[in-house]
């Protein structure tokens, strides 16, 4: 028989990282839907064109960026950032302005369209930073710059060509290979060959124009208001080349791994009318999941659930009494689990003490008699007898009123 492997660069999220992954998720929900975001949900795969607007020469699109021709001989990638998807649906279906706040859930992110002013600049970065800070996350550090308009970005990119080349003899062949193809890329060059001459390279800010300028130092004095700690970092470029203006990432300094950046974004004016649309401004930013994560376990915080489940249901009669209760504690809102095959007793604790559930509810002959349920708290081993009417309101006084599951009508 084959034996059936992921893909590579594709993973299974299993028990219990699948829970925590979409408590996550709901954490960022709760935390953005307050500003008055909304959820869009682009297709997995997108024309391949779609993507060319990250940049040719980054590693997202040359190296890492999954590609192919589909059975119609159309040439797709699938999606393997979010921003452009969101800005490509944009241009397609045209929501109105005040419709135009996105969210993104397989990496948490939103997007804003059709505001340029620089408060929405804020109201973006601070939101992203509430993220961590309800996360739990001490040790993130947000890093920001501003690339300016058009018109500064290219000035700039010329500067630094003509740097690079007059020291192109000092750096290394991979930065001398991204030069050819995009002089800002060598600025993300982490290697030690480079980064003297990258620390004399001429700065952003020397080309920012008069209005990209205020922009700049109203989002600052912005975050300084909402009491947000920055860095400005003036070689910070980003890995994607449709920003303009502010760009900001951060950092975990809990990672001891030169790959730090937990989450990052900019403002990407031009980037809908570059995919067919109306000429629009857009920030946004993109939080990676599994990054975060990985910061969460260094600094110890938003740990994954203990358990899966708050209640075991032991049934040692004939198994029917398990199905009925386990489906009502289930549908008071609560995680119910059972046993099967029709196990002893014993089996059966043994899976009620694996699941990690608080309590065990007993069902053998002499509560059949009883019209009562023996509840063992898995925690002091205590047990006592509750009756059946009684179980709902004696989960909801230990374990806390849940919201019940209802069906569809």
């Known amino acids: 028989m084959p034996s059936f492997q992921t893909s590579p660069g594709t993973r299974d999220i299993l028990p219990p990282d699948a829970a925590r992954w979409r408590e996550f998720n709901a954490v960022f929900a709760d935390t953005v839907e307050a500003a008055g975001y909304g959820c869009i949900i682009p297709p997995i795969f997108e024309d391949a064109a779609v993507f060319h607007r990250i940049g040719e020469a980054t590693d997202v699109v040359s190296k890492e960026m999954y590609d192919f021709q589909d059975k119609g001989g159309r040439h797709v990638s699938l999606r393997p950032e979010q921003t452009a998807s969101v800005c490509r649906a944009y241009a397609q279906h045209r929501p109105k302005a ?54 500064d970005r290219e000035r700039y990119v010329e500067a630094l060509r003509d740097y690079f080349l007059s020291h192109a003899d000092a750096l290394t ?69 449709y920003y303009r203006r502010t760009t900001f990432e951060f950092v975990s300094t809990a990672l001891e791994s030169a ?10 004016d031009g980037l809908v009318k570059d995919l067919g649309g109306p000429d ?50 289930q549908d008071a809102g609560y995680r119910a689990d059972r046993a099967f095959d029709a196990r002893s007793m014993k089996a059966q604790m ?56 209802r069906h569809p009508s």
């Open 98 to 151: 005040q419709a135009g706040r996105y969210r993104q859930f397989d990496q948490v992110g939103i997007e804003a369209l059709g505001v340029q002013d620089s408060a929405l600049d804020v109201e973006v970065i601070a939101l992203a930073w509430k993220f961590y800070q309800r996360l739990g996350l001490l040790n993130v550090q947000l890093i920001i710059n501003s690339l300016g308009d058009d018109g």
């Open 173 to 241: 062949t991979e930065a001398r290979q991204t030069l050819d193809k995009n002089p800002l890329r060598v600025l993300d060059s982490k290697r030690q060959g480079d980064s003297e001459i990258i620390a004399g390279a001429p700065k952003i800010t020397e080309f920012l124009s008069d209005s990209a300028r205020q922009h700049f130092e109203e989002v600052l004095e912005g975050l300084r208001v909402l009491n947000v700690p920055f860095t400005q970092n003036e070689l910070l470029v980003r890995g994607l080349d």
């Open 259 to 268: 790959q730090n950046a937990v989450g990052g974004g900019g403002r990407y």
């Open 280 to 329: 629009t401004p857009g920030i946004g930013f993109a939080l990676g999941l599994d990054r975060t994560l990985l910061a969460c376990d260094a600094e110890g915080v938003f740990g994954a659930p203990k358990s899966s489940v708050d209640v075991f249901v032991i049934d040692v009669v004939d198994g029917t009494y398990a199905l009925s209760v386990t489906s009502e504690i």
């Open 350 to 405: 043994k899976s009620a003490d694996r699941s990690g559930a608080r309590f065990a509810i007993i069902i053998a002959q002499d509560e059949v008699a009883s019209g009562s349920y023996t509840i063992r708290d898995m925690t002091s081993a205590q047990q006592q007898l509750v009756a059946k009417g009684d179980l709902i309101e004696f989960l909801s006084r230990n374990l806390g009123a849940r919201t019940p599951r």
